[in-house]
């Protein structure tokens, strides 16, 4: 692909641009003319898509780099005046949208931009169509940004999924070029995603250590299944702050593509050393608040049967057999993480109750009580707060119960909640903290 001519044309534009900014070229025009959408999907399978989509935005990016070098100042605005944005790559595509990551330009901060960038019948269909065509296609741009917008505002500050920027979270547009170059796209502004797609890190079709490594460390498997265990709390906290607004996955929503992932040195041996972020909300579709929250839909999603590959690549790996490895190291690693065995088994819907499978992803497995027995465990937690109360004090209490709430939430683990609360609650009170431990550990 020889992009010296367009580049040196931006570089023209931007030269003699209108505005003085160098900002005169519509580089989006640019790119999907020379980078077009349909030469992927035409050359991928039906299985292949993701890596199809994949290849879509690593050749964009690359263009754009071209432009860059042939002194195209590529940048855009909220509006036709607002904010300026410094445009540095693209990191995902589709048929309809790219998302271009960069910094606002006063403030130096990283944003990522969904950009619908479809204008006419020709984008969509590599032919000309009528006025009426094109102008269907700009409306469908819109309303998709406005409902991608719309589902990010309901779970503003939800745990687990990605945000709108604060002060960009009403903005509908993307403007880029000047004068008779200028176009606004529809587009939403999002708080950049540290990280990199789970699809990225586990080798599903070849298991822990992939295509290289026949038998895994037992250190290899602890930090694989670690990772696993992080993304499948945060995705069962992402679909109850989801439902708790009405809101829920479709039938196959999400994918390994749609969760990013941050993760620690090799050797992790914590969930909680893991940063999760589900980044797309299109698959979301409207449910019925009251219904009750369950772990089915991530189960039955294409991400569950990911993790499932996953898990039956690796198997062999281990020299599993009827459930069961000669090696102690793994051995000792699964024994830990059993907690996950709902998900990559796959239980049946009715073993699926969302607060069930949370509380077990969370805090491990609880032997059943009596009704007598939770009795009992709720007058001794009773009894435990108001002391807590009084020999704290107001302030010191509303901190113990906010390290719970971050514990119940996934954001901390249990040793870590222990920790933070013996800055507060000791020497003066080291019996009060044995206390929460074992009150906290059952």
């Known amino acids: ?170 903005e509908v547009e993307a403007a880029v070029g000047v004068g008779c170059e200028l176009t606004r796209y529809p587009a939403v502004y999002v708080d ?81 050393d893991w940063s999760v972020v589900v980044g797309e909300v299109e698959p979301l579709e409207e449910r019925d608040p009251s219904e009750r929250f369950s772990a089915k839909d991530l189960v039955r999603s294409a991400l569950g049967e990911w993790l499932r590959e996953w898990w039956r690549s690796t198997a062999p790996k281990l020299s599993i057999v009827d459930g069961r490895t000669p090696h102690e190291g793994y051995a000792r690693v699964l024994g830990r993480y059993g907690v996950l065995n709902w998900l990559l088994f796959g239980w049946a819907d009715e073993q699926l109750d969302g607060k069930s499978i949370l509380q077990l992803v969370q805090h491990g497995p609880v032997s059943e009580r009596s009704a007598e027995e939770r009795e009992a465990a709720q007058r001794r937690w009773a009894a435990f707060t108001q002391e807590a109360f009084v020999r704290l004090g107001p302030r010191r209490f509303d901190e113990m119960n906010a390290q719970i709430g971050q514990m119940n939430d996934g954001e901390i683990s249990v040793d870590d909640l222990l920790a933070r609360a013996r800055y507060f609650m000791c020497p003066d009170n080291e019996d009060l903290h044995a206390a929460l431990g074992q009150m906290i550990r059952g």
């Open 192 to 272: 950049k995603i540290e990280g990199v797609p789970l699809s990225q890190l586990l080798d599903a079709g070849s298991g822990c250590g992939g295509e290289e490594d026949e038998t895994p460390s037992p250190e290899r498997l602890e930090h694989e299944m670690s990772m696993i265990k992080a993304v499948a709390t945060s995705c069962l906290l992402a679909m109850r702050g989801a439902a708790a607004v009405g809101l829920g996955f479709d039938g196959t929503a999400p994918f390994a593509e749609h969760v990013w992932v941050q993760g620690p040195p090799e050797g992790a041996r914590r969930a909680a």
């Open 1 to 170: 692909r020889q992009l010296a001519s367009e580049a040196e044309e931006a570089a023209t534009a931007v030269r003699g641009g209108e505005g003085g900014e160098g900002e005169g070229s519509n580089w989006v025009s640019v790119l999907k003319e020379e980078v077009r959408f349909r030469t992927y999907i035409e050359l991928a399978d039906d299985d292949d898509e993701a890596e199809a989509l994949a290849a879509y935005a690593r050749d964009l990016s690359s263009a754009l780099d071209e432009l860059r070098e042939g002194g195209a100042r590529l940048a855009l605005r909220t509006g036709a005046r607002g904010a300026a944005v410094d445009v540095t790559g693209v990191s995902a595509a589709t048929a309809a949208g790219l998302t271009v990551e960069g910094t606002l330009r006063k403030s130096g901060r990283p944003v990522s931009v969904r950009l619908r960038h479809l204008t006419s019948y020709y984008d969509a269909e590599e032919h000309e169509g009528t006025a009426e065509q094109d102008a269907l296609i700009r409306s469908e741009m819109a309303s998709a940004a406005a409902e991608e917008r719309l589902r990010l505002q309901r779970l503003s500050g939800a745990a687990g999924w990605c945000q709108l920027v604060k002060e960009l979270g009403s």
